[in-house]
């Protein structure tokens, strides 16, 4: 009878560690293969444009702070611009007659009046009266204000005198007639003008 023969070691005996792929290190964990040239210059630009992209918005954030700024401060100013001055009696019966009687501006003028105008019924018929007597004898009349003064003030009501000059020329040579009017205004939130009556 023969003696047995031995068989070959085995290759499936355990290997050393940190030898080839069967190291037992995951797939994604292993080391990758370097970048070709044309790999590296597309990742370039894509970083490139990844940090424009980032300027680019932060950019245009501060732009819109910038404006949104403006538009409350250019609200601020136009409205402070805009927002008529009712302080005094003296200054606010000035700008109603500016813009009632001189610059014609109904609405400008109604900021300066009060809620209740049937006292101003007095001014509206010298306006008309001018007008009237511009269109029958072909003249210009031009009224201005020439003075104006504080009277008596009790409360929130007060007096203002004021001296209308009505000025025209009438056949090459100017005439000048100046009326005396009594303004009462009255302090409602502001100073607003409320009754308007012509005295001797």
């Known amino acids: 009878m023969e003696p047995p023969q031995s068989s070959p070691p085995s290759d499936a005996g355990p290997r050393p560690p940190g030898e080839g792929a069967a190291a037992g290190v995951p797939p994604e964990e292993q080391p990758n293969p370097p970048l070709s040239a044309a790999e590296r210059t597309r990742e370039a630009r894509a970083r490139r444009r990844r940090t ?16 949104l700024g403006g538009v409350a401060v250019g609200f601020l100013y136009y409205d402070r611009a805009t927002k008529p001055d009712l302080s005094s009696p003296v200054l606010v019966t000035h700008e109603y007659l500016s813009a009632y009687l001189i610059d014609r501006d109904d609405r400008a003028a109604e900021r300066y009046q009060c809620s209740d ?51 025209a020329v009438i056949q090459g040579k100017p005439q000048r007639d100046v009326e005396h009017w009594e303004f009462t205004a009255q302090n409602d939130g502001g100073w607003r003008v409320c009754t308007a009556h012509e005295v001797s």
């Open 52 to 67: 424009i992209r980032q300027f680019l918005i932060v950019g245009l954030c501060f732009i819109a702070l910038l404006c």
């Open 117 to 167: 105008a049937s006292g101003l019924a007095e001014i509206r018929a010298l306006r008309d009266d001018i007008d009237t007597r511009q269109k029958t004898y072909g003249v210009t009349i031009i009224p201005s204000v020439d003075r104006l003064q504080e009277g008596e003030q009790s409360g929130r009501t007060a007096r203002v005198t004021v001296d209308l000059v009505l000025t």
